[in-house]
């Protein structure tokens, strides 16, 4: 295509066609530039990498608790009553939902992370809230920080984790975070810049 641009006298001072997957596959194809896009956040474009590259994921996603109660058997939680406690339960409820960026359809589908533990999100994702089963997590407390995907203590929800549970691909969770939602920018994990559109 260069050869027969250049034949009818087309010429282009920067010449690319190589995305993340190209980038990685076809080094012969750089020519003077490359578009790297969702490797750059540290997520494979495609399982077909994986033994091709070694990527560590740069964005992590954290909430924290806003409200901790007890529930009976049979209560319902959320919109709709699609949840109802099969016995006596501890809830969390965290400010973070739709709204923000968060998938609806993984209402009852998804888990988040409080101190290592993966707890159950149950009950629908609202706009501005999320309820999480934490029976089983000793010493809960209001503000608690809680992982929405990332690291926790050795453990860890992925964001393609999120996108198969939500019948996507990684790059549309990472481009549905909303503005609502604050950045927080490390390096060696010590904060070098904050950005929240909310204050603009």
Same mark, same amino acid.
């Given at each position: 295509?260069?050869?027969?641009?250049?034949? !009818?006298?087309?010429?282009?001072?920067?010449?690319?066609?190589?995305?993340?997957?190209?980038?990685?596959?076809?080094?012969?194809?750089?020519?003077?530039?490359?578009?790297?896009? #969702?490797?750059?956040?540290?997520? @494979?474009?495609?399982?077909? @990498?994986?033994?091709?590259?070694?990527?560590?994921?740069?964005?992590?996603?954290?909430?924290?608790?806003?409200?901790?109660?007890?529930?009976?058997?049979?209560?319902?939680? +959320? /919109?709709?009553?699609?949840?109802?406690?099969? +016995?006596?339960?501890?809830?969390?409820?965290?400010?973070?939902?739709?709204?923000?960026?968060?998938?609806?359809?993984? +209402? !009852?589908?998804?888990?988040?992370?409080?101190?290592?533990?993966?707890?159950?999100?149950?009950?629908?994702?609202?706009?501005?809230?999320?309820?999480?089963?934490?029976?089983?997590?000793?010493? @809960?407390?209001?503000?608690?920080?809680?992982?929405?995907?990332?690291?926790? !203590?050795?453990?860890?929800?992925?964001?393609?984790?999120?996108?198969?549970?939500?019948?996507?691909?990684?790059?549309? #969770?990472?481009? +549905?975070?909303?503005?609502?939602?604050?950045?927080? /920018?490390?390096? !060696?994990?010590?904060?070098?810049?904050?950005?929240?559109?909310?204050?603009?």
């Amino acid at each position: 295509m260069i050869d027969i641009l250049k034949q !009818n006298n087309i010429h282009f001072d920067i010449r690319h066609c190589c995305n993340s997957a190209a980038t990685v596959l076809y080094p012969e194809m750089h020519m003077d530039m490359v578009r790297p896009g #969702i490797i750059l956040y540290g997520l @494979l474009p495609s399982e077909f @990498l994986k033994d091709k590259i070694k990527l560590c994921p740069v964005m992590e996603m954290k909430t924290v608790v806003s409200m901790v109660k007890e529930i009976t058997k049979d209560t319902p939680v +959320s /919109y709709g009553r699609t949840y109802t406690a099969d +016995s006596n339960r501890r809830i969390a409820t965290v400010p973070l939902g739709y709204a923000d960026g968060y998938p609806r359809k993984l +209402s !009852n589908k998804a888990h988040m992370l409080i101190s290592g533990k993966r707890v159950p999100v149950i009950g629908r994702v609202c706009m501005d809230q999320i309820v999480l089963d934490v029976t089983d997590v000793p010493s @809960l407390s209001d503000c608690q920080l809680v992982t929405v995907f990332g690291e926790d !203590n050795g453990a860890s929800i992925s964001i393609d984790e999120i996108a198969k549970l939500n019948d996507t691909i990684n790059y549309e #969770i990472v481009c +549905s975070i909303s503005k609502r939602v604050p950045r927080v /920018y490390l390096h !060696n994990n010590i904060v070098e810049s904050t950005t929240s559109y909310m204050d603009l």
